[in-house]
């Protein structure tokens, strides 16, 4: 399958985990929510990584690099994320880091010498503006929550965005190389979130009080903490490094950014709520982008 495809697969999983991810998160807090969700995530990578022999490909260089990646990635940019989301609310946080993907198009083109000319180069742009467009232009006139409330400075919260979508892509390059070499991406992930996990677990243990659960933790909240973990960290990241070893970093970040324009279909699916006309403007921009692309 083309990396292309993929990262796009890797984006629908991010887009359905984030429907039955909501009521957990909540209730046990982001933070928290991200704890349990990396633990379960940890134990069912290694438990592969263990049957299918891929922890073999792991050796000390890149156990260095593949932690690394998962404090930048995993560790400091979700909980920039969740911070972000907290001041600013999940649309407009939701804009800032879709920035990820010019983010990686730029240091794609630095650090790795990958271009995109030609078509590829106007799909990209399309795709790009379709996904920001379907976000912050993407709520009805007659919806009002307080999600879309500021809290805090505005300033803080798009640095805290900005942040998170940067920590993403430095992350995502800096194995490209790395998964170039052929190493497992099952045994690559399982890694990267341990290595996040034991920094969320130093938080914890530091007794910072945004970092404790708001409630004991239910057999409903563990169930679908466990199946957010399944879809979206043990398979959707696991996808978006398999993308990696054969393809172009830019574009697979660029591919992995539309998970809120196929999160629109789901919402209206399951919500039964109808998105904003621009919000369906945005999705058709994605859609002929990703399409001029492949």
Same mark, same amino acid.
């Given at each position: ?19 039955? $991810? ?34 073999? $490909?792991?050796?000390?260089?890149? %156990? ?39 983010? #990686? ?7 790795? $010498? ?9 799909? #990209? ?6 996904? @920001? =467009? ?39 390059? @800096? ?21 996040? %996990? ?38 959707? @990241?696991? %996808? ?44 058709? =921009? ?7 692309? %492949?």
């Amino acid at each position: 399958m083309r990396p292309e495809w993929l990262a796009l697969l890797a984006a629908a999983c991010w887009a359905v985990s984030s429907l039955f $991810s909501a009521p957990p998160a909540q209730r046990l807090g982001a933070i928290a929510f991200s704890r349990w969700r990396m633990l379960f995530a940890s134990v069912i990578l290694w438990s592969l990584a263990l049957v299918t022999g891929g922890w073999r $490909s792991l050796d000390t260089a890149a %156990l260095l690099l593949l932690g690394l990646s998962g404090v930048i990635g995993i560790f400091i940019g979700d909980t920039a994320l969740f911070a972000c989301m907290n001041r600013l609310g999940p649309r407009r946080s939701g804009v800032l880091f879709a920035t990820h993907a010019l983010f #990686s198009a730029v240091l794609a083109w630095l650090f790795l $010498s990958e271009t995109i000319r030609g078509w590829a180069l106007v799909g #990209s742009v399309l795709l790009i503006s379709g996904v @920001m =467009m379907a976000v912050l232009w993407g709520k009805r006139e007659d919806e009002s929550h307080h999600w879309e409330q500021t809290r805090g400075a505005l300033a803080i919260g798009v640095a805290l965005g900005l942040l998170a979508a940067l920590c993403q892509s430095v992350a995502t390059l @800096m194995l490209k190389p790395l998964m170039s070499t052929g190493i497992d991406a099952v045994a690559a992930s399982a890694m990267r979130m341990t290595v996040a %996990l034991a920094a969320h677990g130093l938080l914890w243990s530091s007794g910072w009080t945004p970092a404790r659960a708001k409630a004991e933790v239910r057999w409903q909240d563990a169930a679908l903490t466990c199946l957010s973990a399944v879809v979206a960290m043990a398979l959707g @990241m696991t %996808l978006i490094l398999r993308a990696m070893r054969d393809g172009q970093a830019g574009l697979v970040a660029i591919f992995s950014s539309v998970t809120p324009v196929l999160l629109l279909p789901l919402l209206w699916l399951v919500y039964r709520r109808r998105p904003a006309h621009a919000a369906w403007l945005g999705a058709a =921009m994605a859609v002929t982008g990703t399409a001029l692309i %492949l």
